[in-house]
Nanobody, 111 residues
Framework: QVRLEESGGGPVQAGGSLRLSCTASDSIFRRNDMGWYRQAPGKQREWVASRRSDGSRTYGDSVKGRFTILRTANGYTVFLQMDSRKPEDTGGYYC?????WGQGTQVTVSS
């Protein structure tokens, strides 16, 4: 079974940039739609952004214009580029593809 692993989170200051990674054990991102979700403390998991296999990308209203999904050509890794971070971006970030989920990476944004 394909494994997913997120990384790149940590405590950061508001503003500036941070790049999260989601690495798979095969090139699953090249041929499948994928998504990023996040879960703030005490809240339900929410959708952040998606990248379809045709390369099209969609973003939630709260991150549109600030976050970008990128993918390596070999399809093993997808990134979530987070620019202009805000405290409300704090939470666990998870990638998903083909109903598989990673374990998440925690982002804590302080003002």
């Amino acid at each position: 079974q394909v494994r997913l692993e997120e990384s790149g989170g940590g405590p950061v200051q508001a503003g500036g940039s941070l790049r999260l990674s989601c690495t798979a054990s095969d090139s699953i991102f090249r041929r499948n739609d994928m998504g990023w979700y996040r879960q703030a403390p005490g809240k339900q998991r929410e959708w952040v952004a998606s990248r379809r296999s045709d390369g099209s990308r969609t973003y939630g209203d709260s991150v549109k214009g600030r976050f970008t999904i990128l993918r390596t050509a070999n399809g093993y890794t997808v990134f979530l580029q987070m620019d202009s971070r805000k405290p409300e971006d704090t939470g666990g970030y998870y990638c998903t593809v083909c109903r598989l989920w990673g374990q998440g990476t925690q982002v804590t944004v302080s003002s």
